[in-house]
């Protein structure tokens, strides 16, 4: 079984409890405006240009007449001859095999530290026959399992990887319909309804908002109200994924957005009664 | 002034012509002691004579034996016009007597092209930690007791227990005359400085010659001990201190530790250890343990460096503390873990009761508290140049000279297992020629630099009436360290890949590649790049790693020392490891002509850990951390701001512990920012402060060299997601 994935993080600390190996999968069904993880967004491997890298070599150039085009095919040849280490190609497949050979490697740490396998992306879910395949394999290697997803998946799907996940990082990104499209791409109507489903089976669930000025702050009343009983985490907007985005040759939308200061999430974390970590998003 | 208060060593040491070397040098100890001009200061608590032999310009050195200093003499000359003729006397003896002259004579020319090569170095001599313990246990008086004992079963021995008789009678001494004085300064002493020149006078009415009666007195006792010859290692300082200690009042017990402390930080104090168990698992940690980790966090001195021993029993708590020590950026204490440290130790024949007293001498070679003499400057190869030799039938790249053996023309190595063979062999050729230098080296020493002084503070001698460095002690193993080993092991690595596995490139085409510095070579360094390395959990690399690593351990291992043990072997590679790769050439992991090695002890090289913490920690254990007997030292780095929440710290104190409980041996973490790095480098004066740990001990980062202080930016520091 094989899916595509853009990277497997080892001591990942940030992606539910304790020491974790984070398997980021590539694809998303929403489009988020401030996403932090643009490269997780196409469901196809693809280029990345670090510009402020680029020695002016013109080794791509002589390879490829697409060497800094979009119809680039992110065969990977010109990340060989680059002279400054200045490309790489975000995604490539990989076998559930693969990556948890690479999972329980670490699993002491995940002993010692109450971690596990915390698959992200992308949305783990849009990859349904990959994303259980690699949580079934993991529970038989008893291995702690968490999915952070955005909720947007068929009932169907939540259903059948709920008995081989332990913690679910489910993002709330809104509550108002017409504001999630904006913001989104999509209709929140079956991440809500996925959401309660998830609530009424007593699955372990962390939800997360992701906290982005003018975008969805007016909305972080109606969220905690949403997520009432369960335990909610605020992500603060920031900037760092712009780099990534000129990278990939695409516009950040957010990228005027000023990040919220520490003290004013702290703030609303109280008021709100949400988790803050100082990590970020 | 006269000459005597001038020059009191050597003058002790001229009156006893006639004598063996080693009663003539306690006769300079105790001239030493009844001479030496003594002053106190009570704001500083304890007395003892720090420095003053090293003030002198004829004297004792740890290191290097009897030392006529020229500069000093001169000095002595121009400024004590009317004692010329004496300090002349006294130099046309001592010029000719001086132990590291005399031992230069007897050194090979093929020693001094392997130092200037860096293919190698040998020596023999080292630090040590004193028993202190016992001799505040029994005291002096308990001491002379023991050494007549035994002089009546040594009979012939006599000239040995008589020196051994006067250093004892020189602490004495030394102790009198500084109660003396703080008696006759009592009479003048106002306020706090009466109160404390009188507890100082109390207290050296009963020490040395008895057990201490609370800390203060304990305190007194071993910073008299600890200054009398030379500053070394206190080594397992809340074992020794700990009892005294506890009896002690809370508040006035941790004053005297913060004075200790001060007088730490103005001297340079060795390594001192805390924690530990003994050979049955208690934890051996008292309230001492906690409170040197508090005032090591308060103060934030560079010196003492401290390791911490940890074992399945060590208290949360304790662990607690030591993470929040390296969360201040001191870069202490290291850590080393019990479990594989003994097992190692009792492989090497010595039992559990006593490899449970292992500490640190000096900064990461192991040693046994109070009871050996285990080198330290025993020597060092570089395993980098050993693989030049191999490809370069023997010949140095930085010299031109053939140094190594004759291995033969690597471009009949048709096979990867042949130029493997090749490296083996130009390993061992080192490691014989460290190994026979260091126990010639370590005969002159016993020869030429008795040491009547440590043999009573190191047991074994008195017992069997024989000189600290003429294999006195109980355990005389020696340490050997290794340099560029990783550099190798990824060069060996990327020949294996390009020439030998996939046929990319062949051995003469790769050779000839390193012969231009791999000018124009940008294909082939693109394809060494994309060859897998070791520290990124990658088995491939690993397992040669580990191979090597193992080779190294017990060939050296099957070598006797002089001083009656077996070399041992560690890597701890310090600020050297750059020289080493100054004096080598292009290597196949890519490195150029004299460019500096990226080794850093037995972690990955900086820039290829790709994988993060755990799969660095899981490479380097793929390697027999149990054979490692001096320090296998892994450093990790982490940026502040992942130490900054209790969530933080606790996933690194699990790191940790994860990485003891699968066998590893030694961590040292560094805590401090990258930018603050860079800054630093920049701006060297705002960051007076910023210390941080290169291999064996915490320095400040403005002295460090440029290219150290680049390596340590570029290393590992694991960066969030």
Redesign the interface.
Known sequence: MNGTIFDIQRFSLHDGAGIRTTVFFKGCPLRCRWCHNPESQSFAPERMIYFDKCVSCGKCREICANAFDAACAACGKCVKVCAGAARRIAGRTAAVDEIIETVVRDKAFYETSGGGLTLSGGEPLAQPEFCLALLKAAKEANIHTAIETCGFAKPEIIEAVLPFTDLFLFDIKGIDGETHIRNTGVSNDLILANAKRLMDSKANVLFRMPYIPNYNDHEIGAVRAFTEGFPLEVMPYHAIASGKYKALQRPFATAAVTPPSQEEIQRLAEEFGMIYSPSGI | MNIQELEPFACGYAAAESHDLEYKIACGFRSFAEHIPLTIDPSAWFVGPVGSMDRLAFRYERASGIRADENRYRAEREAHPELRAALDRLMDRFFALETPRIISKIRSPEQETMERCKAAWAAGGGHSNPDYELLLRVGTNGVRERIELFSRIHTDRQTFYDSLLLCVEALETIADRYKALALAMLKTAEGEDKAILGRLASALDNVPRHQPRDFFEACEMFWLIFTFADIDSPGLFDYALGRYYEISDEADRYACLSKLWELFHQTRTWNLCIGGSDEFGNDRSCALSYDVLKIAREKKYNTPNITMRVHPNTPDALWQAAVETLATGIGMPAIYNDECVCPALEALGIPPSDSHLYCMNGCNQIDIFGKSHMGLEDGEISVAKALEFALFNGVCQYSGERLGLETGDPTGFDTFEKLYDAFLRQVDYLLDYVTETSNKAQALFAAYAPNPWKSIMIQGCIEKGLDYKNRGPIYGHGQILTEGLPDAVDSLYALKTLVYDTGKVTIGDFIAALNRDFEGD?ALL?EIK?VEKYGN?CDGPDRLNAAVTDHIYRYAQTKETFRGGRFGVGCSTFERAANYGRHLGALPNGKKKFAPLLADSIGPTPGNDK?????AL?SVLKANQYLATSGNVLQLKFSKS?F??P??M??YL??A??YF??GGQTLQINVVSKEELLDAKRHPERHENLIVRVGGFSEYFNRLEPDLQDNIIARTE?E??
Do not use: H, I, M
Not at chain 2, 611 to 615: E, F, H, L, S
């Open positions: 940008e693109a994309a959990d994988t993060g913490p755990t799969a899981n992942q900054a929440t969530a933080g606790n996933a699990t790191l512990k994860t409980r699968l694991v969030l997601s």
